[in-house]
């Protein structure tokens, strides 16, 4: 007799990193006149490569997780992917060139960041999806560079880290919105930023623990701004996906928000439904890190809150260690719900072909 098969269901992670590549293992998809630049001018990386994580640094980090990319990858095989074809997981890299100056110089480490992405990273296993590095403060380069990336079939992403000068929603920022909207790719606002604006409403904190739990503020100040300065009725099929920011704030949030355009929508006439139907209409979040309750009831009252079942994604983060299981969180859902979270939102998000479920031996 055959061995009894349990079906698993599919899973989609969006949100997992890799190491940020060196100067050096970009040289090859940059040009000789790009590479001199950066020899002529001593250029090691931004700090979101030369400080905030070393090579080789554990802080925050599995332990499997190494400092080679190959390393890297087999973590990510062992401690997301697994050898499951119904996974899949969108790798979000943070090159910090937000922070840079010269508009040329940005968007062609830009374009490097991309292409080492596609032919390194994605191309080492079928399941890995991408998201398109983009300087954002070249709004107009930034566009160019999510035409050129577009046709890659698994680059589903335009990542945005959530500092910024500017909040997403200004109209500054349309020509991304513009192109991410026509090439069916979503715009993930990710923690984190080197634009030396402050990561508090209210000036530069002391530690970083304030500015890590500060973070849910900005993210809540990006989501006010796209909702309140018309981005989703000018861009009807533009998709959000806030990654690593929390999300049990949202439901105060859209409270907030609805009250408030009752009283003060005659400022912004564009905004011609409630505030939280473009919220629940538009926007994804990851559950990690997950500041969640404990038990599944509680769970479900927050997502009730929130009015809708399609917003949470499942997403661990990899490799950073937030001493939480977001699969625990999934656990404690509903089935219909548990299966929107595991996947069904981040296919919809993403615009991904359907998932089935798989079957592996007990």
């Known amino acids: 007799m055959p061995p009894e098969r349990a079906v698993?269901?599919?899973?989609?992670?969006?949100?997992?990193h890799v190491?940020?590549?060196?100067?050096?293992?970009?040289?090859?998809?940059?040009?000789?006149?790009?590479?001199?630049?950066?020899?002529v001018a001593g250029f090691t990386g931004t700090m979101a490569t030369t400080s905030t994580y070393p090579p080789g640094a554990r802080t925050s980090g599995r332990a499997r997780f190494g400092a080679t990319l190959d390393d890297a990858l087999r973590a990510l095989r062992t401690d997301c992917l697994g050898d499951d074809p119904g996974t899949?997981?969108?790798?979000n890299c943070h090159y910090g060139v937000e922070a840079m100056g010269p508009p040329d110089f940005a968007v062609a480490m830009s374009a490097a960041v991309n292409d080492w992405l596609v032919h390194e990273c994605l191309s080492a296993d079928d399941r890995l999806l991408g998201s398109v590095v983009v300087p954002p403060q070249y709004p107009e380069l930034a566009a160019a560079e999510i035409e050129r990336m577009a046709g890659h079939e698994r680059v589903v992403q335009v990542f945005l880290p959530a500092r910024a000068t500017h909040p997403y929603g200004n109209r500054n920022y349309y020509p991304i919105l513009a192109a991410a909207e026509r090439h069916g790719l979503a715009v993930g606002v990710h923690f984190g930023g080197m634009t030396w604006t402050p990561p508090t409403p209210v000036g530069w904190p002391s530690y970083y623990l304030e500015e890590y739990v500060g973070m849910a503020h900005v993210m809540q100040a990006q989501?006010?701004?796209?909702?309140?300065e018309g981005a989703f009725r000018r861009f009807p099929d533009l998709r959000v996906a806030l990654l690593e920011g929390g999300w049990t704030w949202l439901p105060q949030l859209m409270w907030r928000l609805d009250k408030e355009w009752r009283g003060i929508r005659r400022e912004v006439p564009w905004v011609e439904e409630p505030p939280s139907a473009y919220v629940r209409?538009?926007?994804?979040m990851s559950v990690q890190p997950v500041d969640a309750p404990a038990t599944g009831d509680q769970v479900m009252t927050i997502v009730d809150q929130i009015g809708s079942d399609d917003v949470l994604m499942y997403g661990t983060d990899f490799p950073h260690d937030h001493g939480c299981d977001p699969m625990a969180l999934v656990d404690r859902l509903p089935p219909a719900a548990?299966?929107?979270?595991?996947y069904g939102n981040a296919t919809r998000c993403y615009r991904l072909a359907p998932l089935s479920p798989t079957s592996q031996p007990n």
């Open 8 to 16: 698993r269901a599919p899973l989609v992670d969006c949100d997992v």
């Open 19 to 39: 190491p940020t590549p060196t100067v050096g293992q970009l040289a090859p998809y940059l040009s000789e006149h790009w590479n001199e630049y950066i020899a």
């Open 88 to 91: 899949r997981a969108v790798v």
């Open 223 to 228: 989501l006010s701004s796209l909702v309140l």
């Open 281 to 284: 209409r538009h926007v994804t």
């Open 338 to 342: 548990a299966d929107k979270v595991r």
